[in-house]
């Protein structure tokens, strides 16, 4: 989808800002097109917070895009829905899209039961605006490799014929048990939230006795950045704590930070605690 929704709207002329730390894609994809990239900063001593200031004064003659996370991937911090209503806006005004990778929005508890959930698509605040998904995290099926964007007819007919010469058809078994997903989304989303919570707590708890590490405790999801106060080699320490303990965990270099790395714990509830403790093992490992 993001992959698509690029390639449709961006050309050799174009500039793109994208948040930064990022995951990776967001900043990579452009490039094949011949796009420029900026860069907008949601940094750790801002709570990883949208600057809005900051946004506007990044936008050139030539800003076609903005993208960004929502959640923030891998931090979990969530726009409010004000400040989707300014984006769409804003966007509005400037005359330019603005792109949200909605991939972890089905972990928020308000997406949950009956009635309108207070946390809408960002497709659904403005025209202008793009919201890309899948059924990867909250429900569990990567490897279907089923997604969607939500986007006007003029960007989804772009991108279309694109789908066509690129990706091709998927496979049938993936298209039916994508189908069926969906079709049960409510029963998976509630299981994937009152996981996601649980766990969180869980690791809340155990970042309270961590003075070693700092974090923006996530808003929602399964996963959560996690940086050393002390500078060290995350990636030794990450490749000691698979080869000697059987956990693995995403260097921050991925994500343009390497005094951290993410967390993910989505993980069965009962196994959680065990892989903390193993975890605080192997970051206390002095090489």
């Known amino acids: 989808a993001l992959f698509l929704v690029l390639a449709a709207l961006l050309d050799g002329k174009s500039r793109v800002l994208v948040e930064e730390p990022a995951y990776e894609p967001l900043r990579r994809i452009p490039l094949l097109f011949g796009a420029r990239v900026d860069r907008l900063p949601r940094p750790f001593e801002n709570r990883y ?4 200031d900051r946004l506007l004064d990044s936008l050139a003659p030539e800003t076609k895009l903005v993208v960004l996370t929502d959640p923030h991937n891998p931090r979990g911090v969530r726009l409010s829905e004000e400040e989707r209503d300014w984006l769409a806006a804003a966007a509005e005004d400037r005359n330019i899209d603005v792109l949200v990778d909605e991939v972890y929005i089905d972990f928020d508890a308000s997406r949950v ?28 099926f990567g490897r279907l490799r089923v997604g969607w964007v939500l986007a006007r007819d003029e960007i989804v007919r772009r991108a279309a014929p694109l789908y066509d010469y690129s990706i091709g058809d998927p496979s049938g078994p993936s298209v039916a048990l ?11 989303r509630r299981h994937a939230v009152e996981r996601a919570a649980r ?3 869980t690791v809340a708890a155990w970042m309270e006795k961590r003075p ?5 405790r996530p808003d929602t999801g399964i996963t959560a950045f996690l940086r050393l106060r002390e500078r060290r080699n995350v990636s030794a320490l990450l490749s000691l704590a698979h080869r000697e303990h059987s956990l693995a965990a995403v260097p921050g270099d991925y994500f343009e930070d ?16 065990i892989a903390l403790e193993r975890l605080g093992v192997a970051l206390s490992h002095r090489p």
């Open 49 to 52: 917070r949208l600057d809005r």
């Open 199 to 201: 766990n969180g707590a």
């Open 212 to 216: 070693d590490l700092e974090w923006v």
């Open 113 to 140: 039961g009956e009635g309108r959930p207070s946390y809408e698509h960002a497709f659904r605040h403005g025209r202008r605006m793009i919201s890309v998904g899948s059924l990867t995290k909250a429900y569990g």
């Open 178 to 188: 994508g189908v069926a997903a969906l079709a049960v989304r409510d029963e998976l």
């Open 258 to 273: 390497p005094r951290g790395f993410r967390l993910g714990f989505g993980i069965r509830p009962d196994l959680l605690p």
